[in-house]
């Protein structure tokens, strides 16, 4: 399973930037999603997540901010971010879980939770 990250880059503040992950290898398996970022001299923290169903859930720092979604014909995730931040700087990731039926609705908040990871992508916000 390999997932690629892209769509980061350079973004004043007040910007927009849409984050792309492709996922390949997985075919023919339900997975929930989630984003994750790094930022210079802190620890990986959660960004949004989202369930096989669609369900979502962002954290307070970008709700109303940011949106993931997913097209699944195309096996691919977004995260689309508006009014970015400085503080928005950082490497972003994506990641994925591989979910059994029971699971479906779930959203895992969680980075142990994931199975695979991508490579992250750059966002840099200048002020």
């Known amino acids: 399973v390999q997932l690629q990250a892209s769509g980061g880059g350079l973004v004043q503040a007040g910007g927009s930037l849409r984050l792309s992950c492709v996922i390949s290898g997985l075919e023919g398996e339900s997975y929930a999603a989630g984003w994750f970022r790094q930022a210079p001299g802190r620890e990986r923290e959660g960004v949004s997540y989202m369930s096989v169903t669609g369900s979502t859930y962002s954290e307070d720092a970008v709700a109303g901010r940011f949106t993931i979604s997913r097209d699944n014909a195309k096996r691919t995730v977004y995260l689309e971010m508006n009014s970015l931040k400085p503080e928005d700087t950082a490497i972003y990731y994506c990641?994925?879980?591989?979910?059994?039926?029971?699971?479906?609705?779930?959203?895992?908040?969680?980075?142990?939770?994931?199975?695979?990871w991508g490579r992250g992508t750059q966002v840099t916000v200048s002020s």
């Open positions: 990641a994925i879980k591989r979910i059994a039926d029971g699971l479906i609705g779930r959203i895992f908040k969680y980075e142990s939770y994931y199975d695979f």
